[in-house]
C-alpha cells in the first residue's frame, strides 16, 4: 500500500491545519487536547465572533442612533475575518497560497479590530468627535492598502509590526479613556478592565511557558483573551439590549395607562367645559349700569369652575349684591354654588333685608344640602336714602372707605350657612355718603400664600384699598388683583377661588 501524505507548514497560527503522526496512546491524547485547542476551539469562536458581528450589525439598522453597536459588530467581524482562509483551504485544498499570500488576507483584520474596538468604545462612553471618527479609520485604511501592495517578505513584515505599534497605541487610547470614566464613577469605564483582566492572565501563562519555561505547556492562551474580550463586551451590550426592552415594554405599559386616563381627562374635561357654561349662565351676564352707583366685580376660579358664586339684583331704590363662597373649589363645590344661587333668587324679594334672607337660605341649605358649608355676605344699598344694609354668615369682613379715606371693617353677628336651622344673622344698618366705596371679597384672597407660606392678609388688602381711593372701582379691584398675583408667584398659584365686588356711591 502507498500512503501519501502531504505537509503543509502554516505561516501564521490563524490557520491551523495541522497532521501529525503519533506512535503512542499518550502522544495521541496529547494531540487530541492541542488539536482541539488550536483548530476546534479556535474555529468555534470565530464562528461565534462572526455571529455576533452579523447580530450586533443587525442591531444598529433597527437602532441607527446605536453608533457603538455598529463599530462593535465590525471589531467582531475584523476578528473573524482570518477564519476567511479556513474557508478557502477547505473549497480547493490543492491550491497553493505562499505565505506572503496567506498573510496579506488574514492580516487587515487584525489592522482594523484595535480601531473599532476604539471607537465602539468613544461612542458608548459619548466621548465621540467626528475628526477622531475619521482619522481612526482613516489609519487602518492607509495600512491595509499599503500591506497589499507589498511583495517581498520584509516589507510586508515591516507593516505588520507597524501595525501592531498602532494597535498598541490604540489600546493605549482605550485605557486612558477607561480610566477617566472611573475616575468620574462611571461603570462604563469598569467594561475594558474586566475584559483585558483574562488577558492578562493567559499571556502570564504564555510568558512563564515559554519565555522561561517554568510551567509545561504546548498551547499559546494570549489569543484566546481576545474573543473572550469581546464575549465580555457582548455580554453587556446584550444586558443594556434587553434591559432597553423591558423597559420598553413597561414604557408602553405607562403609555397605555396615560392614553386611558388622557380618554378619561378628556372626558372630565369636556363635562367641566359644561360645568362650567352651566356656571357662567348663573353668573349675571353683564354688570347692571345703576345711576348713582359705581360696580366693578372680579372673578378668578382656581379652576374653570370654582366654589365662589355672586348675583347682583336691581331694585327701584337701590341694588342688592349677594356673594357666596362654598368651601373647596371643584366640580361638587361648583355645584353646590350653583344650587346655592337658585336658592338666592328664589328668596331675592327678602333681601331688602339682608338678615332674613341669609336666614331663609341657612334654613333650606340646611334640609337641602346637608353637611354643606357655605359663607356669604349680602348687602343691600339704597341710592336715594344713602344707606346700606349689611349681612355675613361666617364670611370675611365687609369693607367700607369714606371719602375722607377713612377705612371701617363691619362684620356682623353670623355663622356660616348649612351648620343650624336655627342659627339667627344680624342686619347691620350704615349710612353712606357720595365718594364712599364698598368692598366685599372671598377669603381666597387674605388667606392667599406666597413661596415663603407667608398670607396676604387683610391688612396688605386695606393698604391698597386706601391707596387706590382716588381711582374708579375697577381700576382699585385690578390693583388688588395684580398685587394679589405678584404676591403668590402667578395665577396658576392661586389656591382658592377670588371674587372682588367693589360699589362706589356716587
Known amino acids: 500500500n502507498l500512503l501519501s501524505v502531504k505537509i503543509y507548514y502554516d505561516a501564521e497560527f490563524w490557520i491551523n491545519a495541522p497532521l501529525r503522526l503519533v506512535s503512542d496512546s499518550s502522544g495521541k491524547t496529547a494531540f487530541d487536547f492541542i488539536n482541539f485547542m ?50 478557502i483551504e477547505n473549497l480547493y485544498p490543492d491550491v497553493p497560497y505562499s505565505s506572503n499570500t496567506v498573510l496579506k488576507v488574514s492580516q487587515p483584520g487584525l489592522i482594523f479590530f484595535p480601531a473599532l474596538l476604539n471607537l465602539f468604545y468613544r461612542y458608548h462612553v459619548g466621548r465621540n468627535k467626528l475628526w477622531i471618527t475619521s482619522i481612526y479609520l482613516l489609519i487602518p485604511v492607509v495600512l491595509t492598502v499599503v500591506l497589499i501592495f507589498q511583495k517581498t517578505r520584509s516589507d510586508i513584515l515591516f507593516i505588520r509590526n507597524l501595525s501592531i505599534v498602532v494597535s498598541i497605541l490604540f489600546m493605549i487610547d482605550i485605557f486612558v479613556t477607561s480610566g477617566l470614566q472611573l475616575m468620574q464613577h462611571k461603570k462604563a469605564g469598569l467594561l475594558i478592565f474586566i475584559g483585558i483582566v483574562p488577558m492578562v492572565i493567559l499571556g502570564l501563562h504564555d510568558v512563564l511557558a515559554f519565555g522561561f519555561k517554568i510551567i509545561p505547556s504546548d498551547v499559546v492562551l494570549y489569543v484566546y483573551g481576545l474573543p473572550f474580550l469581546l464575549f465580555i463586551i457582548a455580554i453587556y451590550l ?34 367641566l367645559e359644561i360645568a362650567r357654561t352651566i356656571q357662567n349662565q348663573l353668573l349675571p351676564s353683564k354688570i347692571p349700569h345703576l345711576k348713582g352707583m359705581d360696580i366693578a366685580i372680579r372673578f378668578q376660579p382656581a379652576l374653570r369652575i370654582g366654589g365662589d358664586i355672586y348675583n347682583i339684583f336691581q331694585l327701584k331704590d337701590g341694588v342688592v349684591i349677594f356673594l357666596a363662597d362654598v368651601v373647596g373649589h371643584g366640580i361638587p363645590e361648583a355645584m353646590i354654588a350653583s344650587m346655592v344661587n337658585i336658592l338666592f333668587k328664589m328668596f331675592q324679594m327678602l333681601s331688602v333685608d339682608p338678615g332674613l334672607l341669609l336666614r331663609s337660605l341657612n334654613i333650606n341649605i340646611c334640609n337641602m344640602l346637608p353637611q354643606t358649608f357655605v359663607t356669604a355676605a349680602c348687602l343691600y344699598i339704597n341710592r336715594y336714602e344713602k344707606f346700606v344694609r349689611i349681612a355675613r354668615a361666617g364670611h370675611p369682613s365687609i369693607i367700607i372707605q369714606k371719602a375722607d379715606g377713612n377705612i371701617v371693617e363691619y362684620m356682623p353677628q353670623g355663622k356660616a350657612l348649612g351648620l343650624k336651622t336655627d342659627n339667627k344673622y344680624e342686619t347691620l344698618n350704615q349710612a353712606v355718603s357720595p365718594g364712599d366705596k364698598i368692598l366685599i371679597y372671598t377669603d381666597g384672597i387674605v388667606e392667599a400664600i406666597d413661596i415663603n407660606k407667608n398670607m396676604f392678609g387683610s391688612e396688605r388688602l386695606i393698604d391698597i384699598v386706601g391707596k387706590t381711593k382716588e381711582v374708579s372701582c375697577a381700576e382699585s379691584i385690578e390693583a388688588i388683583y395684580s398685587e394679589l398675583i405678584h404676591f403668590v408667584g402667578g395665577t396658576s398659584a392661586l389656591e382658592d377661588d377670588v371674587t372682588l365686588i367693589m360699589i362706589r356711591i356716587e
Open 38 to 87: 488550536r483548530v476546534h476551539l479556535m474555529q468555534s469562536m470565530f464562528f461565534i465572533m462572526l455571529t455576533l458581528a452579523i447580530f450586533f450589525i443587525v442591531m444598529f439598522y433597527y437602532q441607527r442612533d446605536s453608533v457603538e453597536y455598529l463599530f462593535f459588530g465590525l471589531a467582531c467581524l475584523s476578528v473573524s475575518f482570518p477564519q476567511l482562509l479556513h474557508f
Open 238 to 271: 446584550v444586558n443594556i439590549f434587553i434591559t432597553a426592552l423591558q423597559q420598553s415594554k413597561e414604557l408602553n405599559v405607562q403609555l397605555q395607562q396615560l392614553l386611558q386616563d388622557a380618554r378619561k381627562l378628556a372626558y372630565l374635561e369636556k363635562e
